[in-house]
């Protein structure tokens, strides 16, 4: 199963881009990145996915570098809302399960 | 939006008891998994259920069990509660295994066990 390394904890000044690191370098093929986060005492909220090429929904972009070994999560313009733990996750080949890291702690200054 | 809707949002039990955590998701989806949280070790995959009656272990099953005898409900049950299993569950939702799609999560139960 791949894992994932991702800083513990970073700051980001509001109004500007979030930028979340990733590794993954053990990644197989046919596994998909996901990024979720979760805000204190709520369960995890999905943000977006990919397998290869990046990726942007209306909350973020997905930046997958081109060997797939990491990827950056990008909040464009970060609020004090999105102060919260960002899980980078690749689904655990031949299994229906994810295996989720400890995250990394953003947080959105004023 | 999907809502998968978690019975309580916390609940107190005492040593030995059995308690029942109950999820409901609104969107007709086949998979259905149950996690629990505890600080420093992130989410812990207890159990998911791939189809109504079917189930699998997930990596700490030992103490639980689970019961989907309707696709839209799953619920995990403490046979008999013990103080290390004090944590925050998750109950999550899925229309496939989590390859194409995300989960969906509920808002978590925070169970005390004392």
């Known amino acids: 199963d791949a894992k994932t390394t991702q800083p513990p904890s970073m700051d980001c000044a509001e109004g500007r881009a979030a930028n979340l690191p990733c590794n993954h370098s053990?990644?197989?093929?046919?596994?998909?990145v996901y990024w979720y986060r979760q805000i204190h005492s709520q369960g995890p909220q999905y943000i977006i996915h990919?397998?290869?090429n990046n990726e942007t929904n209306e909350m973020a972009s997905l930046i997958i570098t081109e060997d797939r070994k990491s990827s950056t999560l990008i909040l464009p313009h970060a609020t004090l809302r999105d102060t919260a733990v960002y899980y980078c996750i690749v689904r655990a080949s031949g299994t229906y399960k994810y295996i989720f890291g400890t995250g990394t702690r953003l947080k959105v200054l004023a | 939006d999907v809502k998968v809707t978690q019975s309580s949002r916390y609940l107190v039990k005492r040593t030995g008891e059995k308690v029942f955590l109950e999820c409901v998701q609104d969107m007709d989806h086949e998979n259905m998994f149950w996690y629990r949280q505890d600080p420093g070790l992130g989410l812990r995959l207890i159990y998911f259920s791939y189809d109504v009656k079917m189930k699998e272990k997930g990596d700490i099953p030992e103490g639980y069990s689970v019961s989907r005898e309707k696709k839209e409900r799953f619920s995990l049950i403490l046979e008999s509660a013990s103080t290390n299993q004090t944590s925050m569950y998750l109950c999550a939702s899925s229309p496939d295994g989590g390859g194409r799609y995300g989960y969906t999560f509920g808002s978590g139960t925070r169970l005390t066990v004392v």
């Open positions: 053990t990644i197989s093929g046919n596994e998909y």
């Open positions: 990919g397998l290869k």
